[in-house]
């Protein structure tokens, strides 16, 4: 196996502005999951200014922010990363964006005001605010093949609410929690290679079946389809016990 094909890329879009959610974790599980299954794992931060490298990225993630972080990098996001992060999701790389990061990948987002700030469509979703937060746990059904266990878990507390275009369908089905908008029972969205959602706390430490989904995606492009297995025993455990304490008891719905 040749060094390239053995590499593993995490690059991370805005560490140090869209990280308001701890979401480092994320970052950590799809470096040690790819490690322990003997690839040359390592991440590039994407931020203001950077785009060198994108192309040999194989996993983006872009994380949460306020609406002071989000403008900060709303003219770098479509002046500088736009077009690269285009054409590596069109070469096969995978995308995770959480929050702030997935309302900016969609069409608009529009204010309580009625202002509209485009996003770069890279999604077919538009977001518009709400008067209320949603905030606690959630958990969804998910709609992605071969995905064991066939639940997420996760913590959501956003004001946004959005609604998903033809081109998009939903990451899941809300059990327990708001997901997208509070109304129609979707949850994140899917599409092509970009993955969005409003789970967060960390994501994939408590779904590492999720990020095995993007790892073996981002690969796949490479050939190398299939992951060896690992011990998730403790991480399930967890998982187990976040879906156990989310769901309502009998009396309380």
């Known amino acids: 196996m040749t060094k390239k ?10 560490p140090d502005l869209m990280n308001i959610y701890g979401d480092r974790g994320n970052i950590l599980t799809l470096l040690k999951r790819a490690e322990w299954r003997g690839l040359d794992a390592r991440a590039i931060d994407l931020g203001r200014g950077a ?31 736009q077009e690269p992060l285009e054409a590596a999701v069109a070469n096969g790389s995978v995308v995770l964006a959480v929050c702030g990061g997935y309302q900016l990948l969609g069409h608009y987002y529009q204010t309580a005001e009625g202002e509209r700030f ?53 990451l899941g089905r809300v059990r327990v929690g ?20 409003y789970l967060h706390g960390s994501l994939l430490p408590k779904n590492p079946h999720l990020a095995d989904y993007l790892i073996r995606r981002a690969l796949s492009r490479r050939g190398m389809a299939e992951l060896a297995p690992l011990d998730d025993s403790i991480e399930l455990a967890a998982h187990a016990k976040i879906l156990e304490r989310a769901q309502p008891r009998a009396g309380e719905r």
Request: aromatic share 8%; net charge negative.
């Open 51 to 81: 785009a060198h490298g994108m192309e040999d990225v194989d996993v983006f993630f872009f994380g949460g922010g306020q609406d002071r972080e989000q403008a900060l990098v709303y003219d770098d996001l479509i002046e500088i990363k």
């Open 178 to 197: 708001s997901g997208n908008n509070g109304g129609d029972g979707t949850e994140g969205c899917v599409q092509g290679g970009v993955v969005g959602t």
């Open 5 to 14: 094909k053995n590499r593993f890329t995490v690059g991370w879009l805005y």
């Open 118 to 170: 485009p996003g770069i469509g890279l999604i077919d979703v538009r977001t518009e605010a709400g008067k209320k937060r949603f905030i606690g746990d959630v958990v969804v059904d998910t709609t992605l093949e071969d995905l064991k266990p066939t639940t997420l878990v996760g913590f959501e507390n956003h004001s946004g609410r959005t609604f998903l275009g033809a081109g998009a369908r939903a």
